[in-house]
């Protein structure tokens, strides 16, 4: 009588520039892991003492000159260089939670057709109330019955390298492009178009939450859609009352979370407000980086958080 199947060989690849207020939490929660795992650090050029934070904690480093960085160069970079039959890829400032290896394990175990599996971003205790209610209903959408959610052909491409796992085997038939920006993206669409699925895995959750002022998320925006359509093909419709109804529409969800969560009165219209901007700025900036190519490269420049000026 056979036993169970051996577990695949797991590296966890962590890119890094300058991570050292989050990469200690990160690599302490690594280490509680199970089961055993190599952990891969590739470094682009960190002046903040991340490379010895790194290899103080047992991982192996990688460093890269900065010029060569390329989200998905380097990440296919790091997959040739890591050694694990699944690819587990983090963002330094993406902390995973108890029992989160276990789960995307678990996630790849459960049909070979599952090339990706990708988990929940979960809030911060700091993070603005507008982020961490968008964060909680953008992946509960991707669970209804809050368990693990196979993806076909059918379903949207949506993956992030935030926290995502590869079995080696999908990564080598499909590779990341060499994009600029949405490099997990375009990942998910090309897995799905060449035959493989992808897991969504409610229990692989780490904590991350992209939070800045507003004119840094308005920059974001422009280069998240941006990329988008480099790698999906998508352009964000730009209709200003249909804007206008979704500004007030996830104002008012903002302030009913902010509710629930115990937020006093002040409070809740110190972060409306800033939630008006919030969700106005994205029906602005989000449609303007889908439609970056048709900028002059000064204004994209302006525009870009990476402040770049190409048309990609």
Known sequence: MSGP???????????TKDGARYLPELLAALARQAPAHEVLVVDSGSRDGT??????????????PPASFGHGRTRNLAAETATGEILCFLTQDATPVEGWLEAVLQAFAADERIGAVYGPHLP?????????????????????????TVQGPRDPPFLSNVNAAYRRACWQAVRFRDVAYAEDQAFGADLLAAGWHKAYAPDAGVLHAHDYGPVGFARRWFDEYRGLRTATGWVEPFRPKAALG????????????????GYGRAARWRWGIRAVV???????????????????????????????????
């Open 5 to 15: 199947a051996p577990q695949p060989s797991v590296s966890v690849v962590v890119p």
């Open 51 to 64: 490379v010895g934070i790194a290899r103080a904690a047992g991982a192996r480093v990688v460093e890269i």
């Open 124 to 148: 911060r205790p700091d993070t603005s109330p507008m982020v961490a209610r968008e964060l909680q209903e953008f992946f509960a959408g991707f669970s209804p019955t809050g368990g693990l």
């Open 246 to 261: 979704a500004t007030l529409r996830l104002t008012r969800r903002d302030l009913a979370w902010m509710r629930e969560h």
């Open 278 to 312: 919030h969700h106005a700025s994205r029906r602005v900036f989000a449609p303007l980086g889908s439609r970056a190519a048709r900028l002059p490269a000064p204004v994209r420049r302006v525009l870009s958080l990476e402040r770049r000026g190409d048309g990609r």
